[in-house]
């Protein structure tokens, strides 16, 4: 059972615009969340993340922002560059544990 | 600092050849994780470890071993190649406990094994 869900496999977005990456989870009990930006042939490196206590972190051009309601988070990136074309991943984390379970990823295409 | 160092980069195995992929950390990262990526299928967690003697399952772990005898190495152990574990390997690390929010996971680039 997927505990993290990221519905859409891929996005394309022009350069300039903004991109909005979307990430669902099913488990009440994750109490910090990460998003993380992958090139092919490298490993994941993280990019943002958000405690539970918060509902918007903010980094630079990349915003990522949290509804613990709809059990929902989504990452901004505005505005978008062509170096930003990768997949990414979102990550949950539960408050009694290190382990950190990911979503499925987003291959994101920025075109000029 | 090298950060996470995964070798070998490439493996190709015959079924039911063992092998070993190595990871070692200069971080003095408590916790460390090895997961799986296979297309459709995100990344999924194999195995982790909280610290030095201290192992345990996480989402597909069948096929697999791994041992932590030093804070730094974390082994991962195919015992009987198959098919199906064809896939690109990555090992990671991080704080455990401490600074909760603040402590993301550090990767290394990946072994890409093919098992034919």
């Known amino acids: 059972d997927q505990q993290v869900k990221q519905n859409s496999p891929s996005l394309s977005v022009q350069e300039g615009r903004i991109s909005i990456l979307n990430c669902d989870y099913t488990?009440?009990?994750?109490?910090?969340f990460l998003w993380y930006k992958k090139y092919p042939a490298e490993g994941p490196t993280f990019l943002i993340s958000?405690?539970?206590?918060?509902d918007k972190n903010e980094d630079g051009r990349f915003t990522v922002f949290l509804n613990k309601s709809a059990k929902h988070l989504s990452l901004h990136i505005v505005p978008s560059q062509p170096g930003d074309s990768a997949v990414y991943f979102c990550?949950?984390?539960?408050?009694?544990?290190?382990?950190?379970?990911f979503g499925t990823g987003t291959r994101l295409q920025v075109f000029p | 600092n090298a950060g996470v160092t995964q070798t070998p980069k490439f493996q190709v195995l015959k079924t039911g050849q063992s092998m070993t992929l190595q990871c070692a950390q200069d971080?003095?990262?408590?916790?460390m994780s090895w997961y799986r990526q296979d297309p459709g299928m995100g990344l999924r967690l194999i195995h982790y470890?909280?610290?030095?003697?201290?192992?345990d399952q996480g989402e597909v772990p069948n096929g697999y071993n791994v041992s932590r005898s030093t804070t730094e190495d974390f082994p991962l152990r195919l015992l009987s190649a198959a098919p199906s574990q064809t896939s690109v390997y990555f090992c990671?690390?991080?704080?455990?406990?401490?600074?909760?929010?603040?402590?993301?996971?550090?990767f290394g680039n990946g072994t890409r094994l093919t098992v034919t």
């Open positions: 990671a690390s991080s704080y455990s406990n401490r600074d909760r929010y603040n402590s993301p996971l550090h």
């Open positions: 470890s909280v610290g030095a003697g201290i192992t």
């Open positions: 488990n009440s009990m994750f109490d910090y």
């Open positions: 990550a949950a984390r539960g408050y009694n544990t290190d382990k950190l379970i």
């Open positions: 958000i405690s539970s206590i918060k």
């Open positions: 971080m003095n990262h408590e916790y």
